[in-house]
Structures are given as C-alpha cells and as structure tokens.
C-alpha cells in the first residue's frame, strides 16, 4: 500500500530561470510525466530505449522541424487554453513554476503547468493542444489517451493531489476546448512507480539498456536515429540471427504471393466497372436503382499542384539560381535482405 503522508520535495525553485538546455539537463535526473508512456512501452513518440539513452548519456533526441512547431504552438497557446478554462468553469488556476521531485521515489521527478482548487480538492491541469484528426480520436468518448494517462498518475503521485484535469484544445472557438477529468487510482499508481522504479534502477543505475517491445516502426526510427548507416562498413553476424534472416524471406515471399492475389483482383475489379464506365460517356456522376438499393459511380476530383521531370531539368539549365535555392536532394537507405550462396 502507498504512503501518502508526504509534501513533494522541490528540486528547482524557479524553472523559469532556467534555459531550455538547462531544463533538459535537469530531467536527465530522473523520470518526468511525459516519460512515463515511454517508461511502459506505449509512448508514440519514443521508446524506453531511447529513454534510456537520454538519461544515462544525456542524448537528447530533437524534435524534427514540424514537431518543434507542434510543440511551440501548445507552449504559446497554454495561456489560452487556461483562460477558456476559467471562462467555463469560473476557476481561478495558479502556476507553480517549480520542478519537483518525489520524497519516496527520488527517481520520479515533474513540473507542472497550473494548479486548481475544484469540489475542495486540489487539481492540476495539463495543457494540451491538437489540430489534427488523427491525434483528437484519442479524446473521443470521453476517453483520455493512454499515453496522457501514464502522464497524469505520474504528475499525481509526485505532486500528491487528488486529480488532474486535461484541456485539450482543437480548434479555433471556445468550445473546441476538450475537458477530461482524471482521478488518482492508487492502484494504477503503484503499479506505474513498479515499472518506473525498475527502469530506473534495473536499467539507468546499472547502465543496462532495456529490450525493445515496441511497434516495429518505432523500434526501427530508434535504432536508424542510434547508428545512422555507416556507408562501406561490413560486418559478420552471428549464426544465431538466421532464423531473423529466414523469418524475414519467408515473410517476404508470402507477401509478394498476397500481393500478387492483390493485383489480380484490382484486375477483375476494373474490368468489372469497365463497362459502367463506357456506358456513362464522359458523365461526371451515374445513378442505378433496383429494388431498394441505389448504386452511385463517378469521380472523385483531386487537383495536385507538380513540376514534371522535363520542366525541372528546364529550371535547372536556365534558372540555377532558383532551382539551388528551392530544390532538395536526399539521401535515404532501404534496408534489405536477401538469400546468396555463400562462396
């Protein structure tokens, strides 16, 4: 059973004096709110993997440039946020501008955005902001997404708070602001201090980096982010990654023998709506009733703005100087394996 008898301890007495190179430094001493998904293997950002490497070598991955826009976006809107908050609910939030750290879990560390005093009970509220549909599906419901729940029994346990209220805005009126309510389960918090207490110290402190159980793709953002591809570098694995290798062929095989499936019936499909298509005449849109079922055809219309390849080599040849300053190159590697008889 949890102790609750305690005050959070204050580790930074004022955060806002801080950079932002000096506040990154500081969370390398221990686990803060938005680590904890991460923590349990859930983050969709990060792995524990990368986690690890943070707090033990201090590699603090960046944010590519569309995610430090995302980022300085909630920053600069947080203030918003709160404001619409208090206008609905007739609140008055407070900010502690504190980095705290938990008595009994030293390991566990956090600042938070604002307090509030809600049914004689005190809160904290966590700004959120989201502009797009796929990341507002996880509000819906009345849901909370997962990874922002690992976040607010974090914040809870180290501020030592009955609650947290999440405002999530996402939109541009007062009443795209979403309010979700969390209350402290102390079940669900001890068995988040578990694992955090064993990533911790079964991993940070004994310098052993945790296994990956993530989703294939961030895995693999992980280790690509880790090693990058070291060009003309050969290596000798050992026997023991065949069965990956022979997984990883079979796998391959079984696909290009779906996909084949794939391309016959895109085949069968076409010549199926072959004829429907030569009997509309050029008609944007084809209505068929029978019975009580109403069949629609026609075309979707998508207009794409391009340079084709003989107008760019164009651009290149007359106007360098343009072309110099807006074209990309880059480079990417696609990862391979294949089957080769062995000399």
Same mark, same amino acid.
Request: net charge neutral.
């Given at each position: 059973?949890?102790?609750?008898?305690?005050?959070?301890?204050?580790?930074?007495?004022?955060?806002?004096?801080?950079?932002? !190179?000096? @506040?990154?430094?500081?969370?390398?001493?221990?686990?803060?709110?938005?680590?904890? +998904?991460?923590?349990?293997?859930?983050?969709?950002?990060?792995?524990?993997? $990368?986690?690890?490497?943070?707090?033990?070598?201090?590699?603090?991955?960046?944010?590519? !440039?569309?995610?430090?826009?995302?980022?300085?976006?909630?920053?600069?809107?947080?203030?918003?946020?709160?404001?619409?908050?208090?206008?609905?609910? /007739?609140?008055?939030?407070?900010?502690?501008?504190?980095?705290?750290?938990?008595?009994? #879990?030293?390991?566990?560390?956090? /600042?938070? $955005?604002?307090?509030?005093?809600? /049914?004689?009970?005190?809160?904290?509220?966590?700004?959120?902001?989201?502009?797009? #549909?796929?990341?507002?599906?996880? @509000?819906?419901?009345?849901?909370? &997404?997962?990874?922002?729940?690992?976040?607010?029994?974090?914040?809870?346990?180290?501020?030592?708070?009955?609650?947290?209220?999440?405002?999530?805005?996402?939109?541009?009126?007062?009443?795209?602001?979403?309010?979700?309510?969390?209350?402290?389960?102390?079940?669900?918090?001890?068995?988040?201090?578990?694992?955090?207490?064993?990533? @911790?110290?079964?991993?940070?402190?004994?310098?052993? &980096?945790?296994?990956?159980?993530?989703?294939?793709?961030?895995?693999?953002?992980?280790?690509?982010?880790?090693?990058?591809?070291?060009?003309?570098?050969?290596?000798?694995? &050992?026997?023991?990654?065949?069965?990956?290798?022979?997984?990883?062929?079979?796998?391959?095989?079984?696909?290009?023998?779906?996909?084949?499936?794939? !391309?016959?019936? /895109?085949?069968?499909?076409?010549? +199926?709506?072959?004829?429907?298509?030569?009997?509309?005449?050029? +008609?944007?849109?084809?209505?068929?009733?029978?019975?009580?079922?109403?069949?629609?055809?026609?075309?979707?219309?998508?207009?794409?703005?391009?340079?084709?390849?003989?107008?760019?080599?164009?651009?290149?040849?007359?106007?360098?100087?343009?072309?110099?300053? #807006?074209?990309?190159?880059?480079?990417?590697?696609?990862?391979?394996?294949?089957? !080769?008889? +062995?000399?």
């Amino acid at each position: 059973m949890l102790n609750l008898n305690y005050e959070p301890d204050v580790l930074v007495e004022d955060i806002t004096t801080l950079s932002h !190179d000096e @506040w990154k430094l500081y969370r390398t001493l221990g686990i803060g709110g938005s680590d904890a +998904a991460a923590v349990c293997g859930i983050s969709p950002w990060k792995t524990a993997r $990368d986690l690890y490497e943070e707090k033990v070598h201090k590699k603090i991955r960046e944010q590519n !440039d569309d995610g430090w826009v995302a980022k300085e976006i909630g920053k600069r809107l947080e203030e918003l946020v709160v404001q619409i908050f208090m206008k609905r609910t /007739d609140t008055r939030p407070y900010a502690v501008r504190k980095m705290f750290r938990h008595p009994l #879990y030293p390991f566990m560390i956090s /600042d938070f $955005d604002f307090f509030v005093k809600l /049914d004689e009970k005190i809160y904290l509220l966590e700004c959120k902001t989201s502009f797009s #549909y796929h990341h507002i599906n996880g @509000w819906e419901g009345g849901n909370i &997404p997962p990874h922002y729940v690992l976040q607010g029994i974090h914040y809870m346990s180290v501020a030592n708070v009955d609650g947290i209220i999440f405002l999530c805005l996402h939109g541009n009126h007062e009443g795209s602001l979403i309010i979700r309510r969390l209350e402290r389960d102390l079940a669900q918090e001890e068995e988040l201090i578990r694992q955090e207490s064993y990533f @911790w110290n079964q991993c940070v402190a004994l310098r052993k &980096p945790p296994k990956y159980t993530e989703k294939a793709d961030l895995m693999l953002k992980s280790i690509q982010g880790r090693y990058g591809v070291q060009e003309n570098k050969q290596i000798v694995l &050992p026997p023991s990654y065949a069965a990956n290798m022979t997984s990883y062929l079979k796998l391959k095989k079984r696909k290009s023998e779906l996909k084949r499936q794939m !391309d016959q019936i /895109d085949e069968q499909m076409k010549l +199926a709506y072959a004829p429907i298509k030569e009997a509309m005449e050029g +008609a944007e849109e084809a209505v068929l009733e029978t019975g009580n079922i109403r069949y629609l055809a026609g075309y979707n219309r998508k207009v794409t703005t391009s340079i084709n390849k003989d107008s760019l080599e164009v651009l290149q040849l007359m106007h360098p100087d343009i072309y110099r300053e #807006y074209a990309q190159t880059n480079t990417s590697q696609s990862f391979y394996i294949k089957e !080769d008889k +062995a000399s």
